[in-house]
């Protein structure tokens, strides 16, 4: 499958997909590198964090993007001219001056799906190795207007967590339960109905994990992953995500100039 010129999914079903990259955190636990350097664009293996989600929504042929900006907007701001520079993209960005929440994202951008058909939702934060061409061929197979990304997490009371039943639609959903009872936990990667966006964005929330996702229970299925996903919230993962990259993409670095 490969990205056609419009943004529609060559190769597959002809649905036209759009993306919501959720970029705008403060990354305040990656001080002090982030009083100079949004979190977004932290370097991996010599990358800029946005790259690798970036490198996945062409591999999906999704082309156009939204990526909502507040911390140190002007380098994202850049970041994004370049994308668009090289045309494989068309980067539209949201400025915040005042952080909206996750939720609060697609209130400010209720039209952003109005001509698609599906649409990504993404929380740029995290190094994943996703196949999203995969996630989005798994949500046409059902009826459901929502899909969450799943992983297996050893720590499921700090995440929020999904039980399922036997045709993987999502029947409770407990942001960091004090007994969970999965230890799936939410990946922060979501495909949406054009009608589910519209949606969330009327339930003016802040979190889509604690104002949203509970709203789609019982008509909501997951995707459970078993590839490489980490959450780049503290020196610590930071440093075990730039050890991890070289072997999880080494093929996709050593291909860039």
Not at 160 to 187: C, M, T, Y
Request: proline share 5%; hydrophobic share 40%; net charge negative.
């Amino acid at each position: 499958m490969t990205a056609a010129a419009d943004g529609v999914l060559s190769g597959g079903s002809g649905a036209r997909v759009k993306a919501v990259l959720l970029a705008a955190g403060l990354g305040t636990r990656l001080r002090p590198l982030t009083d100079t350097t949004p979190k977004c664009l932290v370097p991996i293996a010599d990358r800029p964090l946005l790259d690798y989600w970036f490198d996945g929504l062409g591999t999906a042929g999704v082309r156009d993007v939204l990526l909502n900006t507040h911390h140190l907007p002007e380098q994202v701001r850049s970041y994004i001219e370049k994308i668009n520079a090289a045309d494989r993209f068309h980067v539209t960005e949201a400025y915040e001056p005042k952080l909206l929440g996750s939720a609060g994202t697609i209130h400010a951008n209720a039209a952003w799906m109005d001509d698609a058909d599906d649409g990504l939702i993404i929380y740029a934060d995290n190094l994943s190795s996703v196949d999203l061409r995969g996630l989005l061929t798994f949500h046409r197979s059902h009826d459901d207007p929502f899909t969450m990304l799943l992983f297996h997490t050893q720590y499921p009371s700090l995440c929020g967590i999904a039980e399922l039943d036997a045709q993987g639609r999502v029947v409770e959903f407990v942001e960091k339960p004090e007994q969970p009872r999965s230890d799936l936990a939410n990946a922060g990667v979501y495909v949406v109905s054009r009608q589910a966006y519209r949606e969330i964005a009327a339930m003016d929330g802040f979190d889509l994990g604690f104002d949203v996702l509970p709203g789609f229970v019982g008509r909501m299925r997951g995707w459970a992953f078993d590839g490489y996903h980490r959450d780049i919230g503290s020196y610590e993962a930071l440093e075990r995500a730039r050890e991890d990259a070289p072997q999880v993409f080494g093929s996709s670095l050593e291909a860039r100039p």
